[in-house]
Every structure is written in C-alpha cells, then in structure tokens.
C-alpha cells in the first residue's frame, strides 16, 4: 500500500492542506491561524503522512481548489477521495453533499430526506462536522433549517463558512451570521 502525501498550497482564503495515497485523495485542511498550526493540524489527523511534492492528478484538484476559493464555479464532485475508514452513513451523506453545485445550498433536512430518512438530519450534520474533504465535500453548503447558518467544525467556524459562501455567491435566504449576533447599543454621546 502506499504511503499518504500532503503538501500545501494558498488559496485566496489562506494557506491549505491536502493529503493524498494511491486510492484518492484523503483529506483537505482548511487553512489555520498559520502555515505552522495547518501543518499541526495535518500532522495530529494524518499522522503517517509525509510532505511531498503532488503528481498531475493530484495539482488537478489543488488548481481546481484554488480557482473555487477564488470564486470560479469549479466543480469538484469527480475527485476521487479515499473513503477507506469513512463509515457507510457518513460516506452517503457526502456523496448527496457533493450534488450540492457552487453557489447553492440545501438543509440538513432535505439532505437527509435525499437519503430517504428526514429524521436523520441531526446524525446529517454530525457525518458533515467530521467532514475530512472540506471543500471536495462541500459541507459549507448546508444550512441549517430556515436557511440559518448552523454550525461549521472547521477553523473561524461559521464565519468561515459564510466567507466560502460569499466567494461561490451564495444567496441563503434566511438570518444570516450578523443577524444571528447579540446588537450592542451605540455608545452615548455627551451633549
């Protein structure tokens, strides 16, 4: 078997990971507060994994990344990933996120009542919040009910991922991130 790859790469949102074998690719890490914490973060989750230079198929889905990140309309769904130790549930509730185009979103819900079980959205958004391919399994892409942001596991949270919203020109229609935040009143002025 071969050994995982990783290498990193910028993006218009900051410095990205991606780890590769001979299956597919692997995972993607969104980029941390530096170059130093992403390589950490890559080091903790893909421990066997040493940095190599990627082969053609491999700068294929950094270049296609790099133009989504940077507001092209890439689509993604036909990178292979490796979904070795990926269970079923999970594996199905990406496949489904995958459909989802740039730009578009759907709920939790109806992911999961494209699974045929609208009762498995809460079990949708933890499969999502373990997502090991951010962007390649586009799970930003998922609201919660009422077209709220809901939650989003990877680094700057949901500020993230109205940041990868904004850049694919993604319209939700409900409350967005502001809107979902405490109004401080305006400090008075003295007459």
């Known amino acids: 078997m071969d050994a995982p790859a990783f290498a990193l790469f910028d993006t218009a949102i900051g410095r990205c990971g991606i780890v590769w074998n001979e299956r597919g690719i692997a995972g993607v890490q969104l980029p941390e507060a530096g170059e130093s914490a992403t390589r950490s973060r890559l080091a903790r989750r893909y421990p066997a994994a040493r940095e190599a230079a990627p082969d053609v198929s491999v700068r294929r889905v950094i270049g296609a990344i790099v133009g989504l990140l940077g507001g092209q309309q890439n689509d993604l769904s036909g990178v292979t990933l490796d979904y070795a130790g990926v269970p079923d549930f999970a594996r199905r509730v990406y496949d ?3 459909t989802i185009p740039p730009g578009g979103t759907i709920s939790y819900g109806e992911l999961a009542e494209r699974l045929n079980d609208r009762t498995l959205a809460r079990e949708v958004a933890q499969a999502l919040g373990q997502n090991p391919f951010p962007i390649i399994v586009p799970c930003h892409r998922v609201m919660a009910a009422g077209g709220k942001m809901g939650g989003f596991s990877a680094p700057g949270g949901v500020r993230t991922k109205l940041r990868l919203l904004t850049i694919e020109g993604a319209q939700p ?13 305006a400090p008075r002025r003295r007459a």
């Open 96 to 98: 489904v996120a995958r």
């Open 173 to 185: 229609t409900g409350p967005t991130l502001f809107a979902d935040l405490p109004l401080q009143a």
